[in-house]
């Protein structure tokens, strides 16, 4: 089945937020020689015009260094934006980065929007337009536009936000230099299973085997805690469980799925898996983490 138009202002507000993304300037600014606006220094908060839409951004900006990458992190369940980019700090501060947390509120995004990508509504797929995923490359348009230079960027999600990133990465071409997918409840497998678990229903039979190999080719770590193996938030629909009995199980199955159809057909692979021993299901934890610097390496 191929992608089907969507009607509303959601979906033009999303369509909008990948074109449009501007951010007033605010005297909090740090400043350009020339006397433009930067990103401030330390935690900052922006809100964003989206086509009329508000949407909040957190920052961190690290005092180490003079011109960062772009760390794009994204909360879980919680839309606990801020906490996040809190979480990120330790590595804004070791990786020289930028970290810039937007929130995805539940209203706007509930959750076939922001897990599903926006994907999949009522086993309808969406025009690619409106897909959730262009919101992201709006976001790394507007802080390029205010540092006036084309940083690289990397995409951290945990939870909630790695599977995002997971419909993001299979759906959604960016140039990202790393896709950091932190313990998510389902994955997008490399196999022609139903959107947005699988490929299924998205492209045609032509396009199809082009674009799980474009996936397969991604720098893309998945990043597991290894005690990542209660029920808490998770989701257990159908689909999910069929990717295993945990989050920790389910990653490393997706992993390996990956791993071995790009063996079977010869294609380039360049997924990482990174495990954390010790740790559950924390964001906090899995960012202060070594490995999280492993993971995030290009």
Not at 38 to 56: D, F
Not at 142 to 147: D, H, I, L, Q, S
Not at 179 to 194: E, G, K, Q, R
Request: aromatic share 10%; proline share 5%.
């Amino acid at each position: 089945m191929m992608p089907r138009s969507v009607c509303g202002s959601a979906a033009a507000a999303l369509l909008a937020a990948s074109l449009s993304i501007v951010a007033p300037a605010t005297s909090a600014n740090a400043r350009h020689a020339d006397g433009a606006s930067l990103i401030g220094a330390g935690a900052r908060q922006y809100k964003v015009t989206v086509s009329g839409v508000s949407m909040t951004m957190f920052t961190y900006r690290p005092s180490n260094c003079s011109k960062p990458d772009l760390l794009l992190v994204f909360h879980g369940l919680g839309h606990n934006a801020d906490g996040y980019r809190d979480h990120a700090r330790w590595l804004a501060d070791r990786l020289c980065m930028l970290v810039v947390a937007p929130l995805f509120d539940k209203e706007r995004f509930p959750g076939w929007r922001y897990q599903g990508g926006g994907i999949v509504d009522h086993g309808v797929v969406q025009s690619s337009n409106a897909w959730t995923g262009n919101v992201v490359l709006g976001i790394v348009d507007w802080v390029r536009r205010t540092e006036s230079r084309n940083l690289d960027y990397y995409l951290l999600g945990h939870s909630a936000g790695g599977q995002f990133l997971s419909r993001v990465a299979a759906f959604v071409p960016t140039g990202a230099k790393r896709i950091v997918i932190a313990n998510p409840s389902t994955y997008v497998f490399p196999n022609l299973t139903m959107a947005p678990y699988g490929f299924g229903g998205v492209y045609s039979a032509n396009d199809s085997a082009a674009e799980l190999r474009r996936y397969l080719a991604l720098p893309l770590t998945i990043f597991l805690g290894q005690e990542d193996t209660g029920d808490e938030e998770r989701n257990d629909s159908p689909p999910a469980v069929a990717q295993g009995e945990t989050r920790y199980d389910r990653g490393r199955n997706a992993y390996r799925a990956a791993r071995d159809l790009a063996r079977s057909r010869g294609w380039a692979f360049n997924w990482r898996l990174v495990e954390l021993p010790g740790v559950g299901h924390s964001a906090r934890k899995m960012f202060a983490s070594r490995q999280a610097a492993a993971a995030l390496r290009p």
